[in-house]
């Protein structure tokens, strides 16, 4: 059977999560004529690694670090993708380019109960994964701070989400101005506390934490990070990333088929894929010390 192909390029990609997720929904949805796999693309052969896949009959790819911004040379990127100035989806049929992770985290907060309009939301970071998660907090109507360790990159992102989306009224704080403002919400956009460095926090050690906010980490291995284990202690709740991976991918998903999946399906999938990664390395570090 002629499969319609779709999948991943980044580098590395060896431990992504999508794979399991649109697959596990192809087969949900009895679509056995649809195949997700990941491609390991060097920076250097970006071009070739998009035009392979095209040549070979895909659909269409998704697209993670280090090419977002990259690939937004290759294809025609939407309105949303030229504002927060990075693709992860492509479709082939049409050489366009989307960028699914600002309504991902928007639509995960909301699955949540998490009220967004009106708030004070405090974003850590200011990567290309903050870009994405103010440019969609802000259409939202929640009210903006960025904490960032490099002043001048945070000027950088305002003003661009500026010029690009008329997005304006974005505060920039430091991290003991911010301890002060009475957010609600803490979404972390950096990658601090990802695995292996699980002990590792973006809130300084020794500064106070805020009382009954709600900490969303974008980062989701491991499940339960620092930053998390901090707001929990303070009387707060805690969520972490794989919701939004699993909705932005699942908004990938519909662009390709035509088709809204089963979240609950990819979340699932993912979950066990992460439990599972988790246990085979507990126990290979069992191994090694005996």
């Not at 649109?22 to 390991?40: R, T, V």
């Not at 992770?101 to 974003?123: K, S, T, W, Y």
Request: hydrophobic share 45%; charged share 20%; aromatic share 6%.
């Amino acid at each position: 059977m002629t499969k319609n192909r779709v999948g991943l390029i980044g580098f590395p990609v060896e431990h992504s999560l999508s794979p399991v997720m649109h697959n596990a929904a192809f087969a949900a949805l009895g679509m056995s004529d649809w195949l997700y796999d990941a491609m390991s693309i060097p920076p250097d052969i970006l071009r070739y690694g998009l035009q392979e896949p095209r040549n070979h009959g895909y659909i269409g790819l998704n697209v993670t670090v280090p090419h977002k911004e990259a690939v937004m040379e290759l294809v025609r990127p939407d309105a949303i993708a030229r504002a927060i100035g990075a693709v992860n989806t492509v479709d082939f049929r049409n050489n366009s380019g989307a960028n699914t992770d600002a309504d991902g985290i928007v639509e995960d907060l909301r699955a949540n109960g998490v009220p967004i309009a009106d708030q004070q939301v405090l974003i850590l970071g200011a990567g290309g994964a903050a870009r994405a998660v103010v440019y969609g907090l802000a259409r939202a109507g929640a009210n903006l701070a960025i904490v960032n360790r490099t002043k001048s990159r945070a000027e950088r992102l305002v003003s661009e989400l500026r010029s690009a989306a008329g997005i304006d009224g974005i505060a920039l704080m430091t991290l003991e101005e911010a301890a002060d403002w009475g957010m609600s919400l803490i979404i972390n956009c950096t990658s601090v506390g990802l695995h292996p460095h699980v002990n590792q926090s973006p809130w300084t050690h020794g500064l106070p934490f805020p009382q009954g906010v709600t900490v969303y980490d974008t980062v989701y291995r491991p499940a339960n990070t620092a930053l998390m284990r901090q707001c929990v202690a303070r009387g707060g709740r805690a969520i972490g990333g794989l919701g939004m991976l699993a909705r932005q991918g699942a908004l990938s998903f519909k662009i390709w088929t035509g088709v809204a999946p089963p979240v609950d399906v990819m979340l699932r999938a993912a979950q066990a894929a992460l439990e599972n990664t988790a246990r085979s390395r507990d126990e290979n570090q069992i191994e090694v010390k005996d």
